[in-house]
C-alpha cells in the first residue's frame, strides 16, 4: 500500500510539472491581441486593415499667383483664374495659398515661402501662375506688377525678376515627389528691346525633368491674347478648371487631361491657341489615383507634347 501510494504521488508530480513544460510550443495559437487586424491564420504575414496611400497624394501644396494690375499693360482675367484655381485645388485636397498683384518683392517672397512648405512636405507641389510673361536667353520670366521698371528686356535680369526656371529648381531641390508648374502667361510682352524696339514673343521651351509636369497656355514662342471665354476666366483657365475637376471624379491621367485641354482650346481658337505641355513621369500619375494601372503601368518617357501629338527627345 506505501508503494502504491508512492506511485501515485510521482505519476501526480509528473502530470502537474513535468507535461506542459514538454508539449510543443503553438506561437499562432496565442491569444494575445492581433496586431494590424491580422486572424490568427494570417500571423506571421502581418498585413494592414488598408494599405498606405500612394506617396503621390501626400501633403499637396499648391502657390497660385494672378497678376493684372500693371503699372504697363493691364490685364482682365488672371485674379479670377487665380481664386477658380484655389477654389477648386481645395475641394481637390490641396493646401492652396492665393497670392494677387503682386510687385517684384512680394513675388520672390512668395516662391521663397512656397519652397520652404514644400520641403516639410515632400508631396506634390503645383504652381499655378495668370499674368504676363516674358522670355530672354531662353529663360521664362513671369513679370510682377510694378513692370514699369523694365523697360527693356536685359532689365529683367538686372531687377531680378522671377522666372519660371527658379520655381521648378526650387521644387527638385524639396524633393517632392511630383512638380506641377501651370503658367497661362504666354500674353504680349510689354516691353522693348534696346536693339529692336518693340518685340512681342511668347515664353520659350521648357524640358521637364522626371517628376514633373510644365504646362504653358499656348506653344512655345507664340503669344496668345488676354481673351475670356465666360467673361469670368482666361480661355485657357476656363478649359483647365472644367478639366482638373473631369481628370479628379473621373481617374483621368494628367497626360491625358493637358492633352484634352490642348485638342478643346484649339479647336475653340481654330488653331490660333495651342496649348503645350512636357512631361517626364516614372508611371502614370491621377488627382485621385489610378484605377485598373496594375500591369498596364508603364515609364512615361520625356518629350514634348503639343495637340495630342508625341515628339520624343
Known amino acids: 500500500m506505501k508503494y502504491i501510494f508512492i506511485i501515485f504521488i510521482i505519476i501526480f508530480i509528473f502530470i502537474i510539472f513535468v507535461l506542459p513544460n514538454s508539449a510543443p510550443q503553438n506561437t499562432l495559437s496565442a491569444k494575445k491581441p492581433l496586431e494590424n487586424g491580422t486572424n490568427d491564420k494570417d500571423r506571421g504575414t502581418v498585413e494592414p486593415l488598408f494599405?498606405?496611400?500612394?506617396?503621390?497624394?501626400?501633403?499637396p501644396l499648391a502657390l497660385v499667383?494672378?497678376?493684372e494690375k500693371y503699372e504697363h499693360n493691364s490685364l482682365i482675367n488672371p485674379v479670377?483664374?487665380?481664386?477658380?484655381?484655389?477654389a477648386l485645388l481645395k475641394k481637390m485636397g490641396f493646401e492652396v495659398t492665393l497670392k494677387?498683384?503682386?510687385?517684384?518683392?512680394a513675388?520672390?517672397?512668395?516662391?521663397?515661402?512656397?519652397?520652404?512648405?514644400?520641403?516639410k512636405s515632400r508631396g506634390i507641389g503645383l504652381f499655378f501662375f495668370a499674368g504676363h510673361g516674358a522670355q530672354i536667353d531662353g529663360q521664362n520670366y513671369l513679370l510682377p506688377i510694378n513692370n514699369k521698371m523694365i523697360q527693356y528686356q536685359d532689365d529683367l535680369e538686372k531687377k531680378n525678376i522671377l522666372y519660371a526656371d527658379?520655381?521648378?529648381?526650387?521644387?527638385?531641390?524639396?524633393?517632392t515627389t511630383l512638380n506641377i508648374i501651370i503658367l497661362d502667361a504666354c500674353r504680349d510682352n510689354p516691353y522693348r528691346t534696346r536693339e529692336r524696339g518693340e518685340k512681342k514673343e511668347g515664353l520659350k521651351y521648357m524640358q521637364a525633368p522626371l517628376g514633373s509636369i510644365i504646362a504653358f497656355a499656348t506653344a512655345p514662342g507664340e503669344t496668345t491674347p488676354d481673351i475670356s471665354k465666360s467673361g469670368n476666366n482666361g480661355l485657357y483657365t476656363s478649359h483647365l478648371l472644367v478639366a482638373l475637376e473631369k481628370a479628379y471624379q473621373t481617374h483621368q491621367r494628367i497626360d491625358d487631361m493637358f492633352m484634352?485641354?490642348?485638342?478643346?482650346?484649339?479647336?475653340?481658337?481654330?488653331?490660333?491657341q495651342a496649348p503645350w505641355y512636357s512631361f517626364s513621369l516614372r508611371e502614370p500619375f491621377c488627382f485621385n489615383g489610378c484605377e485598373n494601372e496594375g500591369p498596364q503601368m508603364v515609364s512615361i518617357p520625356a518629350g514634348r507634347f503639343?495637340?495630342?501629338?508625341?515628339?520624343g527627345n
Open 65 to 67: 499667383i494672378g497678376n
Open 100 to 105: 494677387t498683384n503682386l510687385n517684384q518683392r
Open 107 to 119: 513675388m520672390n517672397e512668395a516662391i521663397d515661402d512656397f519652397g520652404k512648405q514644400l520641403l
Open 306 to 311: 503639343k495637340m495630342g501629338n508625341i515628339q
Open 80 to 86: 479670377n483664374d487665380a481664386k477658380a484655381m484655389r
Open 260 to 272: 484634352a485641354i490642348s485638342r478643346a482650346v484649339s479647336e475653340e481658337t481654330k488653331g490660333r
Open 51 to 59: 494599405p498606405e496611400p500612394k506617396i503621390f497624394y501626400k501633403h
Open 166 to 175: 527658379q520655381i521648378l529648381k526650387l521644387m527638385e531641390k524639396a524633393k
